[in-house]
């Protein structure tokens, strides 16, 4: 064991549980070593909802350590071991055009209710939380979905492009009742009769790693295994998700691979570290394969290093704090879904 290894151990049976690691699914083996909790992120933000720690260090993306604060007591203190990991489809939803956006769908009627996803930054969600909608993840995206759709509301979905135009899909709504609002162009490219004619609006952000999943590479994996079976994760295109067996979130993904008869071949559009991980713990049960290499750089952000750092020393430029005056309203969007 490594000395930092030894460190960060012996810090964490001194604090016992007062202290509580959360380390999302696409963190390093490294930093997973260490944790309390490895979980997608609806079941970190629930974990760190039902946390009584003083202390909880988030390894993962901001936008999840900032749910963290926003659902726990203002006593209790979220840490990141590294503040600089962001995630930048959260970054393409930003408050201000979301506004404009908002103030354009009100001009044009008022049956929209806004659904945001998780990967969005906390004054995007107190947006949603102040407007009566809710967040979702990608394990209970559908769901959300249904339960705005029942109120007889239309969604106003952000940020990723993708998982609103799956979920919906998912639905049975047919592609011509979805629309993409463009945050670069003026009125998000759209007419009046545009919105008219949709149930639900999707912004056009997108996961700069999910993205990367192609046709071309469905037909390689299928080629290259014809008997194998291909699981991806909703945030890829709509023709890659339709073309692959099954899709899921991380949680998701983790249960189909369980579930698999053995000796069975999977190809996984995830990902990388998920995937590198499923293959070496399944390694005597199947056989699991990448569909492409696609890293998330910011979630590799986060190494022993900087764990170490955070948790001998705790910083204050790596706390997350989230303002009071986001605080309430972020909370009620994510209060919502977890009530669902
Ligand atoms: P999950 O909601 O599946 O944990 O995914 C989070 C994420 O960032 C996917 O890219
Ligand atoms: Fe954001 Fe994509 Fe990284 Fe997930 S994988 S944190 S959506 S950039």
Same mark, same amino acid.
């Given at each position: 064991?490594?000395?930092?290894?030894?460190?960060?151990?012996?810090?964490?049976?001194?604090?016992?549980?007062?202290?509580?690691?959360?380390?999302? =699914?696409? =963190?390093?083996?490294?930093?997973?070593? +260490?944790?309390?909790?490895?979980?997608?992120?609806?079941?970190?933000?629930?974990?760190?909802?039902?946390?009584?720690?003083?202390?909880?260090?988030?390894?993962?993306?901001?936008?999840?350590?900032?749910?963290?604060?926003?659902?726990?007591?203002?006593?209790?203190?979220?840490?990141?071991?590294?503040?600089?990991?962001?995630?930048?489809?959260?970054?393409?939803?930003?408050?201000?055009?979301?506004?404009?956006?908002?103030?354009?769908?009100?001009?044009?009627?008022?049956?929209?209710?806004?659904?945001?996803?998780?990967?969005?930054?906390?004054?995007?969600?107190?947006?949603?939380?102040?407007?009566?909608?809710?967040?979702?993840?990608?394990?209970?995206?559908?769901?959300?979905? =249904?339960?705005?759709?029942?109120?007889?509301?239309?969604?106003?979905? *952000?940020?990723?492009? +993708?998982?609103?135009?799956?979920?919906?899909?998912?639905?049975?709504?047919?592609?011509?009742?979805?629309?993409?609002?463009?945050?670069?162009?003026?009125?998000? %490219?759209?007419?009046?009769?545009?919105? +008219?004619?949709?149930?639900?609006?999707?912004?056009? %952000?997108?996961?700069?790693?999910?993205?990367?999943?192609?046709?071309?590479?469905?037909?390689?994996?299928?080629?290259?295994?014809?008997?194998?079976?291909?699981?991806?994760?909703?945030?890829?295109?709509?023709?890659?998700?339709?073309?692959?067996?099954? +899709?899921?979130?991380?949680?998701?993904?983790?249960?189909?691979?369980?579930?698999?008869?053995?000796?069975?071949?999977?190809?996984?559009?995830?990902?990388?570290?998920?995937?590198?991980?499923?293959?070496?713990?399944?390694?005597?049960? *199947?056989?699991?394969?990448?569909?492409? %290499?696609?890293?998330?750089?910011?979630?590799?952000?986060?190494?022993?290093?900087?764990? *170490?750092?955070?948790?001998?020393?705790?910083?204050?430029?790596?706390?997350?704090?989230?303002?009071?005056?986001?605080?309430?309203?972020?909370?009620?969007?994510?209060?919502?879904?977890?009530?669902?």
């Amino acid at each position: 064991m490594s000395e930092c290894c030894t460190e960060i151990e012996a810090i964490r049976r001194q604090s016992g549980s007062q202290l509580l690691i959360l380390g999302h =699914q696409y =963190q390093g083996p490294d930093v997973l070593a +260490h944790v309390d909790v490895i979980g997608d992120s609806l079941e970190l933000a629930r974990k760190a909802a039902a946390s009584s720690a003083e202390r909880i260090v988030f390894c993962g993306v901001h936008f999840m350590a900032e749910s963290a604060d926003i659902l726990t007591r203002p006593d209790q203190h979220v840490y990141m071991p590294e503040t600089g990991a962001g995630c930048p489809m959260a970054d393409m939803a930003d408050a201000s055009a979301v506004d404009r956006a908002w103030s354009f769908l009100r001009r044009n009627g008022d049956g929209w209710l806004p659904v945001v996803y998780v990967n969005s930054t906390a004054t995007v969600k107190a947006f949603c939380g102040k407007n009566g909608g809710s967040a979702c993840t990608s394990s209970n995206a559908p769901r959300v979905f =249904q339960w705005a759709l029942k109120q007889d509301r239309k969604i106003f979905f *952000l940020p990723d492009i +993708h998982l609103g135009i799956n979920s919906a899909h998912d639905l049975g709504i047919p592609d011509e009742e979805t629309a993409i609002y463009d945050y670069r162009r003026p009125d998000g %490219g759209l007419s009046a009769a545009d919105l +008219h004619r949709s149930r639900i609006l999707v912004w056009g %952000g997108f996961c700069p790693i999910h993205v990367n999943f192609t046709v071309a590479d469905v037909q390689a994996a299928r080629s290259n295994w014809p008997d194998a079976k291909i699981i991806v994760h909703p945030e890829a295109p709509k023709e890659v998700v339709r073309m692959a067996d099954a +899709h899921g979130s991380t949680s998701q993904i983790i249960t189909y691979v369980r579930n698999a008869a053995p000796g069975s071949t999977i190809v996984i559009g995830t990902e990388s570290q998920l995937v590198k991980r499923l293959a070496s713990e399944f390694k005597d049960r *199947l056989s699991i394969r990448m569909l492409k %290499g696609s890293f998330c750089p910011n979630m590799a952000k986060t190494n022993e290093t900087n764990l *170490l750092r955070v948790l001998r020393d705790w910083p204050d430029r790596n706390r997350v704090r989230v303002a009071q005056y986001l605080a309430a309203d972020a909370r009620l969007c994510l209060e919502r879904m977890l009530s669902l």
